[in-house]
């Protein structure tokens, strides 16, 4: 829910989630910057009637945001039994299985903490109310697996550098990694963040990323827009660092940069040498640089990661150092300050000609909530949201923040846009690093006695890259031939491979022929199986 409190939840919620009113100023001075195209974006808006998709996409990520962080999605409070807990994990899983998403992306470390028996950092106050307490269980491992079990891509989502949101030290544990290295944290704004411009800490947090990394089964490693900490009032004290370990660099902030390029690289070696198949990407706001800072920004006046995270985000995505990259535009059609109509298109034109994919974060907070303007009290605004990315080739999906919104879900606005735009599943998105490797083999079909059930064998040829994630099914109403399409519009089910034996077909579909393929933990799909005709129900 977009309450103040979400101000250190991750995905910001806000123009400038820190920065609303230096955002408001800008726009007040707009004579000296570009000129939002805000009635362009009215224009448009009015063009995108949300209309149900004529065709679906065979690949798309439908993602959905986990955060644990003050408690936001799971666990819903601390200090919760295990078997509650677990209760809980599954009963949202199911929720947004259910609504067409494909794929979870789960808060693992908010705060300098680990939600799994982490050899470097203590167990999350979220989970047990207490910083450091065994719960006695493992979270990490119980949700990757629920997760797969239901067909689910399991992102781990990790924050690097926050510690606290809170100022005081002394309130961490004494064996926190940042009270035993005293001169890694510092505070700012209120909260306790690591230095970015150590190397020693830099090593550390990739540590204890890989920790996770090696021991679980992820499909991939995230991160969201919280590098350096936004801006406040006063400069991030990193003087001494900087003095230490400026490498040449005359330009602080050109170094910041620098040092957040570096861990992104780094990162991404290790991912690459450790767990090649898994996506690594970054969800950071959506605002690269307005134009009037650089020729190549968007026409916005919004905060600019490049300048206030130190993130040159555009860069990274150009430079093929992550595999995704999803800006949270979390703006409505027409935001004079940061317009979803001029940003859509635009990362979709930094993405153009690369191999990093383009998804983009949109917010499931601001539907229907108290005091917010007019468009996002229309159920059908994420809906046109959808339809606009329907025109952009390079978008391949999108992310909602969060979960618990989708559930509450005030007005209606998810259950429409996934009427208007999720009608059949969908496959998760293929790496292009990844498209050329050897796909799986097609299952075998089995008919049951009555002839009114599928009995599905995996391929015996499957290895250990590329074992049954899911099978596809699809369903066609004459006989398809010996090969038949692997259709998107035919695409009837996707059934997870780790508890899929037998699967009876709906009633109302007498006499349809069903042909499978396997998708494996990549999303490459195998050719089809020999087609098979069922009775019906």
């Known amino acids: 829910m977009d309450l103040p409190r979400l101000r250190s939840a991750g995905p910001s919620l806000s123009p400038s989630r820190r920065t609303v009113l230096a955002g408001l100023g800008a726009a007040i001075t707009t004579a000296a910057g570009a000129r939002p195209a805000g009635a362009a974006a009215v224009r448009h808006r009015e063009a995108l009637a949300p209309e149900p998709a004529p065709a679906t996409a065979k690949r798309q990520l439908r993602g959905v945001w986990i955060a644990s962080l003050d408690n936001i999605d799971w666990p819903r409070r601390r200090a919760l039994s295990a078997e509650q807990c677990r209760a809980d994990f599954v009963a949202l899983l199911d929720d947004v299985r259910a609504i067409g998403f494909n794929a979870v992306f789960v808060q693992v470390r908010p705060t300098a903490d680990a939600l799994w028996p982490s050899p470097f950092e203590p167990w999350s106050q979220w989970l047990t109310g207490t910083q450091g307490q ?82 679980y089964d992820l499909d991939g490693v995230h991160f969201d827009d919280y590098f350096y900490p936004y801006p406040g009032r006063h400069d991030f004290p990193d003087t001494a660092a900087f003095a230490a370990h400026g490498r040449g660099f005359t330009d602080r902030h050109a170094w910041r940069r620098d040092n957040i390029d570096l861990m992104v690289q780094q990162l991404q070696g290790l991912l690459r040498d450790t767990r090649p198949e898994a996506a690594y990407g970054v969800s950071p706001f959506g605002v690269w640089r307005n134009r009037r800072s650089d020729p190549r920004g968007s026409a916005t006046l919004a905060s600019q990661s490049y300048d206030d995270q130190y993130c040159d985000t555009r860069g990274w995505a150009r ?73 952009l080739p390079a978008i391949g999906g999108d992310l909602f923040f969060s979960a618990r919104s989708v559930q ?8 429409r846009l996934a009427a208007d735009h999720w009608q059949r599943p969908a496959l998760g998105p293929l790496l292009p690093r990844l498209a050329h490797a050897a796909a799986p083999g097609p299952p075998t079909l089995w008919p049951t006695a009555d002839l009114r059930t599928l009995r599905i064998e995996p391929c015996g040829r499957s290895g250990r890259h590329n074992r049954p994630f899911q099978y596809g099914l699809y369903r066609y109403d004459s006989n398809p031939g010996l090969v038949p399409p692997a259709d998107p519009a035919q695409l009837a089910v996707l059934l997870p491979a780790l508890t899929t034996d037998y699967h009876r077909p709906p009633p109302g579909t007498p006499g349809a022929w069903y042909a499978a393929t396997t998708v494996d933990r990549a999303g490459r799909e195998s050719a089809t199986s020999t087609p098979l005709r069922l009775l019906g129900t």
């Open 134 to 215: 065994d719960p006695g269980w493992d979270p990490l491992g119980f949700m990757v697996r629920a997760s797969h079990e239901r067909g689910l891509a399991f992102h781990a989502w990790f924050n690097p550098f926050r510690v606290a949101i809170q100022p005081d030290p002394a309130e961490l544990i004494p064996s926190h990694p940042a009270r035993r290295n005293p001169g890694w944290a510092v505070v700012y704004n209120g909260e306790i963040y690591y230095n970015p411009g150590l190397p020693a800490v830099r090593d550390f947090v990739q540590q204890a990323i890989m920790d996770a990394v090696t021991r």
């Open 319 to 391: 430079n093929g150092w992550v595999d995704y990259i999803a800006p949270q535009l979390y703006w409505y059609l027409g935001f004079g300050i940061a317009d979803y109509a001029i940003l859509a298109p635009w990362w979709a034109e930094q993405t153009a000609g690369t191999d990093t994919q383009l998804w983009i974060g949109q917010s499931a907070s601001r539907p229907g909530a108290p005091g917010r303007p007019a468009p996002w009290q229309d159920p059908a605004e994420l809906s046109r949201h959808l339809a606009l990315n329907a025109t």
């Open 408 to 415: 509450l879900d005030r007005i209606g606005a998810i259950r």
